[in-house]
């Protein structure tokens, strides 16, 4: 009789957990976002690259955290992302911005933007020079392969002065943490 029930109950829940069809939603800019692990340079030469010439002020152990968030934004659009300075973090040097910046996902960069409202301080902007996410192209502290981030910005706050967010992104893994 036991074996019977058995049986019997089996059968329910086997005829009972059908498959649904659920498809979650997904982001449209979902290859673009995530947490990134950064260190935060000036670009005292305004040439776009990471060189001897410029000034690291903040490198991946002095954040103590990922440092920028991209993500999607209410929109759900393939050409925008939210880009935001982790509100955690405990750094003494904090430029405090949130704003959207215009991205091309086939090629993975961040589009040229002038003056976006910045959504942390009002009456403030950031302007977007370039930036682009190169996929598997940074080594993490485990050894693991990650994407790499790079951005280039110019806050309003501090006109003429180019600074730039270099990293990878946070893999979550402990073994991975500065």
């Keep these: 009789m ?16 059908k498959k649904e069809g ?19 340079f000036q670009d005292t030469d305004k040439d776009g690259k990471i060189t001897s010439a410029d000034n690291l002020y903040i490198s991946y152990e002095d954040y103590t955290m990922y440092a920028l968030i991209t993500s999607n934004t209410s929109g759900n659009t393939n050409d925008t992302v939210l880009i935001t300075e982790n509100p955690n973090l405990k750094s003494t040097l904090r430029l405090l ?3 959207k910046s215009p991205v091309k996902i086939a090629d993975l960069t961040f589009t040229a933007s002038p003056n976006s409202p910045n959504l942390s301080i009002p009456g403030q902007s950031v302007s977007m020079i370039s930036g682009k996410i190169l996929k598997k192209a940074a080594t993490t ?30 893999t979550g893994q402990p073994e991975d943490q500065y």
């Design 97 to 99: 911005f949130k704003f």
């Design 141 to 170: 502290l485990s050894g693991a392969k990650a994407d790499s981030i790079f951005v280039e910005m110019e806050f309003s706050d501090d006109p003429g002065t180019w600074y730039i967010y270099s990293g990878h992104r946070d």
């Design 2 to 17: 036991k074996n019977q029930i058995y049986l019997i109950l089996l059968i329910f829940l086997a005829v009972s957990c």
């Design 22 to 40: 659920y498809k979650p939603s997904v982001s449209n800019t979902v290859d673009m976002s995530g947490r990134w692990w950064v260190q935060f």
